[in-house]
């Protein structure tokens, strides 16, 4: 069966740190991924997805960048985090014969 | 313009009643899916029923139930019988081609003993 592995579950940053949240995805090839991020009480924004190695469509222009380095790997990143950067981000991931997107755990960020 | 529009920030319903969490949705696409997804307060996102753009009949999952209504672009979520653990977050999403998931603001649910 396909699991989803998102780590870690919180984490709290000082400004102007950089920042690599990490996403993997297990029993399935050529999984399409997502990374969203969710402010508190609202509902959730698409960051990123990828539809294979390499391949990265962002979909807001943000302090934040992602990278597909395997094929079921997905990295978000940032150089120096803002405040605005706090957030729950969460990895999803979609494919083969299922149409929904799965997700992983979530991220809790806190910038201060 | 919203992909997919979620009207009611937040709902009450007596346990046991059904209730309806409206979505309307804007696309262009000829094929696209429709999900709802219930996020607990753990954050955990839990997906509940899916609608494809061809398919004829209404989804139901359970106590769940999709109300599509292509002409009017509505994807309404039914919930019968409800019970004091649904009471969470619910959010809309299509899929539109094989790609992108969009989400609604969600409808927080309050069941009521």
């Known amino acids: 069966s396909q699991t989803i592995h998102q780590w870690p579950a919180t984490l709290v940053q000082p400004v102007g740190s950089p920042l690599s949240l990490e996403c993997t995805v297990e029993?399935?090839?050529?999984?399409?991924l997502y990374w969203y991020r969710q402010a508190a009480g609202r509902g959730l924004q698409l960051l990123f997805y990828s539809v294979g190695i390499g391949q990265i469509s962002s979909e807001v222009p943000q302090n934040l960048s992602a990278s597909r380095p395997q094929d079921r790997q997905f990295i978000l990143s940032s150089k120096k985090l803002l405040l605005s950067d706090s957030g729950f981000y969460l990895c999803?991931?979609?494919?083969?014969?299922?149409?929904?997107?799965?997700f992983g755990q979530g991220t809790r960020l806190t910038v201060v | 313009a919203q992909k997919i529009t979620q009207t009611q920030p937040g709902m009450f319903v007596q346990e046991k009643e059904a209730v309806t969490l409206d979505c309307t949705y804007d696309t262009s696409d000829p094929s696209y899916g429709l999900f709802w997804y219930k996020q607990p307060s753990s954050g955990e996102m839990i997906f509940l029923i899916y609608?494809?753009?061809?398919?004829?009949q209404n989804a139901t999952e359970g106590r769940y139930s999709l109300n599509f209504q292509k002409a009017r672009k509505s994807a309404n979520l039914v919930i019968s019988a409800s019970q004091l653990g649904d009471s969470a977050m619910y959010f809309c999403?299509?899929?539109?081609?094989?790609?992108?998931?969009?989400f609604g603001s969600g409808t927080k649910l309050n069941v009521k003993p």
């Open positions: 999803a991931w979609s494919g083969g014969q299922r149409a929904e997107a799965f």
């Open positions: 609608q494809g753009s061809y398919d004829q």
């Open positions: 029993g399935t090839s050529n999984p399409n």
């Open positions: 999403a299509m899929r539109e081609g094989f790609n992108k998931f969009y």
